[in-house]
């Protein structure tokens, strides 16, 4: 095999791995969500909306996960504390029950109690 034959072979492999992944990309970004979807971090917003008058305006909140659907526990151990910093922004969260006040979120509902911390 000679030096032209074998880079003809690998310009050819190239173009072709790339025409591959121009098409999958194509197809992955062409997916538009159904009309009325809503995503993960909107839903997580709305699901804070009935407590935030019971939160304070600042200072530091405890964050409790009792959740016990496995739908949800798929993901929300590992995003729950994360989506409850973001949407309750400027409060900070922390995990546990050790503050004043603590949410604790269930499989459909979200509550805010009085914790251990005083």
């Not at 400027?90 to 503050?99: I, N, R, S, Y």
């Amino acid at each position: 095999m000679t030096a032209r034959l074998r880079a003809r072979l690998a310009v050819g492999l190239v173009v072709a791995a790339a025409a591959f992944n121009l098409e999958y990309l194509a197809r992955v970004v062409d997916r538009t969500p159904a009309s009325g979807t809503v995503d993960r971090v909107t839903r997580a917003e709305r699901r804070y909306d009935p407590i935030r008058a019971d939160l304070p305006r600042s200072g530091v909140v405890g964050y409790v996960l009792k959740a016990r659907s496995p739908a949800r526990l798929d993901w929300l151990p590992a995003y729950g504390l994360f989506f409850a910093q973001y949407t309750l922004t400027p409060l900070q969260v922390a995990k546990g029950d050790g503050c004043e006040v603590v949410i604790e979120e269930f499989d459909d509902e979200v509550r805010v109690t009085r914790g251990r911390g005083r």
